[in-house]
């Protein structure tokens, strides 16, 4: 069960993206893996166009922003961190509240991020609070993933304007929207119909239908009804007058019985089909030589160009809305024709009611909760015992790689869990039972769970999963981080964990076998082959203590230090052990500047120092991207680092230099070149090796 509360005591929030669609922004809300942090939309038409910016807020700092933000930079490369508009979060903030009393759903639509705009969209929360001190006793089912709906604050005639402080109208509409946080619905009617009285100008839209909202809320249906009928009769298309018309429909539902629902002639949605998706083709070649005093190779270790595919179809209907997803693609091998291979990374329909009470996913899929270790071919269903209890079923088949083609019918895997929350506005817990046989083998069975908490300045996050036919902890693994007034920011992170997951199958490892019972056909007995996988499986620890400092609004210093340790290896089986380390420590400092020549470009300076088991090492990193124009981005990049290995008392150095180019050719197509390179001195004991490398990625995204 995943909530969202907006958080009203900051102004930060992190600009995903920027789309051309509302469907796109829709799915990309979807998609983004935050659960207990408001994502929504705004709009605002930038040369003529409108634009959907896909962001999450807020946060009392943009420290705490980034905190956030480093989950998903690899996937969301252009997003940044900005101070948004008191409207917008007021937008956001009032919305959040429209969505728990009314139980309105829209989803989402993931694509990558064009152009820059702003629409206050806000995922439906399972506890009907926020810090704002909105609050309902009708709370309406939670919905399994986040969900959206618009509240436009855009510059289009179709979308709610910004609130100017220094246009008499605008303070007007600033206190009608504080008046609807508080929930004086009175006042806020009062400040709106002065509005109304006014000449037709920028605010009289948003005035309008923000009266026939906080009618609703007071209770007056008939009123509230009267004032968005008379907002479709003045403005009767664009996406601002479906959301009026969704607002009738959701306050005609709930204040039916369900005899008046099913006997009702209002006329519903027609359902329709919606696909959309993305194509991309990158062609990567490496090569890499090693020269010493005696010889001299070379040799090309890629030579490839890789297709891919991702599809998203999704079918609203009345009751239930159906999506399908595929990603996969297929990799040509110019090396080595019998090496080119078809991935299939994700292939699965969803069914979901209108409600998002019950849930299923069919097909190949990944989940990191509830136990299940990754990606897997099977099922999940999910059943809402009420707003605060989740029951899920999970079932499959696991995929050790995409581009494993058939469903691998030997290991199979089922298990049980519950999403328990949101309590106190904060906490989300998730408890499991899950058991995995390979054929007739025990291959796991595990309990465990997930303690989820978030406040504004405060997060932490813990998994357990212990193996009860083992008696093995598996992992154990604990975030956590801490704003304060002064808006430094500190982490904890503590993992100890099985390397890799401790499982049965795990004893063919150099056992010259492919299946487990190969290995006991061998005469290799059970109880053998579950101490082999003990053998095989080591323990490592890692702990990370960092802190991020603000320096001003556009420089920051942050640092951390890594203390790790990798546990021995058994010897059994005819297959050797190997040692483990010692604590190794590693400390990492770093300073990060914004906007440091134009607007949007980023600088990175980064000191690397690393006391290892067998070596010492100092590195340096350089990062940087500064955007030339609207199309044009260039990020160079720089890495050395220097290494006396102590165990064999030579030195290494090496130089890795990088440049990646970015062009959007238009809003749903952009090219991509990335070249770079690394060299290498090896001072042995009796010789000195030089090393060479190159490689090139170049190719293209479209989405459609």
């Given at each position: 069960?995943?909530?969202?509360?907006?958080?009203?005591s900051?102004?930060?929030a992190i600009?995903?993206?920027s789309?051309?669609?509302?469907a796109?922004?829709?799915t990309?809300?979807?998609?983004?893996?935050?659960?207990?942090?408001?994502a929504?939309?705004t709009?605002a038409?930038?040369?003529?166009?409108k634009?959907y910016?896909?962001?999450?807020?807020?946060?009392?700092?943009?420290?705490?922003?980034e905190a956030?933000a480093a989950s998903?930079r690899?996937t969301?490369?252009?997003?940044?961190?900005t101070?948004?508009p008191e409207?917008e979060k007021?937008?956001?903030?009032?919305?959040?509240?429209r969505?728990?009393?009314?139980s309105v759903?829209?989803e989402t639509?993931?694509q990558?991020a064009?152009p820059e705009?702003?629409t206050?969209?806000a995922p439906?929360t399972?506890?009907?609070t926020d810090?704002?001190?909105?609050?309902t006793?009708?709370k309406?089912p939670?919905?399994?993933?986040?969900?959206?709906v618009i509240?436009?604050s855009g510059?289009s005639?179709?979308s709610?304007p910004?609130?100017?402080?220094?246009?008499p109208?605008?303070q007007?509409m600033i206190r009608?929207e504080q008046?609807m946080?508080a929930?004086?619905?009175?006042r806020a009617?009062?400040?709106?119909t002065?509005i109304?009285r006014?000449?037709e100008?920028?605010?009289?839209?948003?005035?309008?239908e923000?009266?026939?909202?906080?009618?609703?809320?007071?209770?007056?249906q008939a009123?509230?009804?009267?004032?968005?009928?008379?907002?479709?009769?003045?403005y009767?298309?664009?996406a601002?007058?479906l959301r009026?018309?969704q607002?009738?429909?959701a306050?005609i539902?709930?204040?039916?019985t369900?005899?008046?629902?099913?006997?009702?002639?209002?006329?519903?949605?027609?359902?329709?089909w919606?696909?959309?998706?993305?194509v991309?083709q990158?062609y990567r070649?490496?090569?890499f030589?090693t020269?010493t005093e005696?010889?001299?190779?070379t040799?090309v270790?890629?030579d490839?160009?890789s297709n891919d595919?991702?599809l998203?179809?999704?079918?609203?209907?009345?009751?239930y809305?159906?999506?399908?997803?595929f990603?996969g693609g297929?990799e040509?091998d110019?090396?080595d024709?019998t090496?080119s291979?078809?991935?299939i990374?994700?292939m699965?329909?969803?069914?979901?009611?209108?409600?998002?009470?019950?849930?299923?996913r069919?097909?190949?899929?990944s989940?990191?909760?509830g136990?299940?270790?990754?990606?897997?071919?099977?099922l999940?269903?999910?059943?809402?015992?009420?707003?605060?209890?989740?029951l899920?079923l999970v079932a499959?088949?696991?995929?050790?790689t995409s581009?494993?083609?058939?469903v691998?019918?030997?290991?199979?895997?089922?298990g049980v869990?519950?999403d328990?929350?949101t309590f106190n506005?904060a906490w989300?817990?998730?408890v499991?039972?899950?058991?995995q046989r390979n054929?007739s083998?025990?291959d796991?069975?595990a309990v465990?769970g997930e303690?989820?908490?978030?406040?504004?300045?405060?997060?932490l996050?813990t998994?357990?999963?212990?193996?009860?036919?083992?008696?093995?902890l598996?992992t154990l693994?604990a975030?956590?981080?801490w704003t304060n007034?002064?808006e430094q920011?500190?982490?904890?992170s503590?993992?100890?964990?099985?390397?890799?997951?401790?499982t049965?199958?795990t004893?063919?490892q150099?056992q010259?076998?492919n299946?487990?019972s190969?290995?006991l056909a061998?005469?290799i007995?059970?109880?053998e082959?579950?101490?082999?996988?003990?053998d095989?499986?080591?323990?490592s620890?890692t702990?990370?203590?960092?802190m991020?400092q603000?320096?001003?609004?556009d420089?920051?210093l942050?640092?951390d230090?890594t203390v790790?340790?990798?546990?021995d290896s058994?010897?059994?089986?005819?297959v050797?052990?190997?040692?483990?380390?010692?604590?190794e420590?590693?400390?990492?400092?770093?300073?990060?500047?914004?906007?440091?020549?134009?607007q949007?470009d980023?600088?990175?300076?980064?000191?690397r120092?690393?006391?290892?088991?067998t070596?010492?090492?100092?590195?340096?990193t350089?990062?940087?991207?500064?955007?030339?124009?609207?199309k044009?981005?260039i990020?160079?990049?720089f890495?050395t680092e220097?290494?006396e290995?102590?165990?064999?008392?030579?030195s290494?150095?090496?130089?890795?230099?990088s440049v990646?180019l970015?062009?959007?050719w238009?809003r749903k197509?952009?090219f991509?070149?990335?070249?770079?390179?690394?060299?290498s001195?090896r001072?042995l004991?009796?010789?000195?090796?030089e090393t060479?490398?190159y490689?090139?990625?170049l190719g293209?995204?479209?989405?459609?």
């Open positions: 069960m995943e909530s969202a509360t907006i958080q009203s900051g102004r930060y600009h995903v993206a789309l051309a669609s509302l796109d922004a829709e990309m809300i979807k998609e983004l893996p935050f659960k207990s942090q408001v929504y939309i709009s038409v930038v040369k003529g166009k634009w910016r896909v962001r999450v807020g807020f946060f009392p700092s943009a420290r705490d922003a956030l998903i690899s969301h490369p252009e997003l940044w961190i101070k948004v409207t007021l937008a956001a903030i009032a919305e959040v509240s969505i728990t009393q009314s759903t829209a639509k993931p990558p064009p705009s702003e206050a969209m439906q399972t506890q009907p810090k704002a001190g909105l609050t006793n009708d309406p939670a919905p399994s993933k986040p969900v959206a509240a436009s510059a005639g179709t709610k910004a609130s100017d402080s220094s246009d109208l605008g007007i009608a008046s946080i929930q004086e619905y009175d009617i009062q400040l709106y002065k109304l006014e000449p100008n920028q605010y009289s839209r948003q005035a309008l923000f009266t026939g909202v906080a009618r609703e809320r007071k209770g007056q009123q509230a009804k009267a004032a968005w009928d008379q907002y479709l009769e003045k009767p298309d664009g601002d007058a009026v018309r607002r009738i429909t306050m539902t709930a204040t039916e369900p005899t008046t629902r099913t006997t009702s002639t209002r006329k519903a949605e027609p359902s329709r919606d696909v959309y998706g993305g991309s990158f070649r490496d090569e030589s020269e005696d010889f001299k190779t040799s270790n890629r490839a160009l595919l991702y998203t179809g999704r079918y609203r209907g009345d009751e809305d159906i999506r399908t997803r990603s297929y040509e110019f090396l024709s090496q291979e078809a991935r990374t994700t699965y329909v969803d069914f979901q009611d209108k409600q998002a009470s019950n849930t299923l069919l097909g190949r899929q989940s990191s909760s136990g299940v270790l990754g990606r897997f071919d099977g999940l269903a999910g059943h809402s015992l009420n707003e605060t209890v989740k899920n499959g088949f696991p995929v050790e581009t494993y083609k058939e691998n019918l030997d290991r199979w895997f089922y869990n519950l328990l929350g506005d989300d817990y998730n499991f039972l899950i058991e054929e083998i025990l796991r069975r465990g303690v989820r908490y978030f406040q504004p300045g405060k997060t996050f998994l357990l999963d212990y193996d009860i036919s083992y008696n093995e598996n693994f975030l956590g981080s007034a002064k920011t500190f982490n904890l503590v993992d100890y964990r099985n390397s890799p997951v401790l049965t199958t004893a063919i150099s010259s076998v299946t487990l190969e290995l061998k005469g007995t059970e109880d082959a579950r101490q082999y996988a003990l095989r499986t080591t323990r620890f702990s990370t203590l960092g991020v603000p320096i001003t609004e420089f920051q942050s640092g230090l790790s340790k990798q546990g058994k010897t059994s089986g005819g050797d052990g190997f040692p483990g380390t010692d604590y420590y590693s400390l990492f400092v770093q300073a990060i500047g914004n906007n440091l020549i134009k949007g980023l600088g990175i300076v980064g000191i120092l690393t006391d290892a088991t070596s010492q090492r100092i590195g340096l350089l990062n940087s991207r500064y955007p030339v124009n609207e044009l981005r990020n160079p990049r890495q220097y290494r290995n102590t165990d064999d008392n030579t290494q150095w090496y130089v890795r230099p990646r970015e062009y959007r238009t197509t952009r991509e070149f990335e070249t770079g390179g690394e060299v001195n001072e004991t009796d010789d000195t090796s060479n490398s490689y090139i990625n293209y995204r479209h989405d459609f």
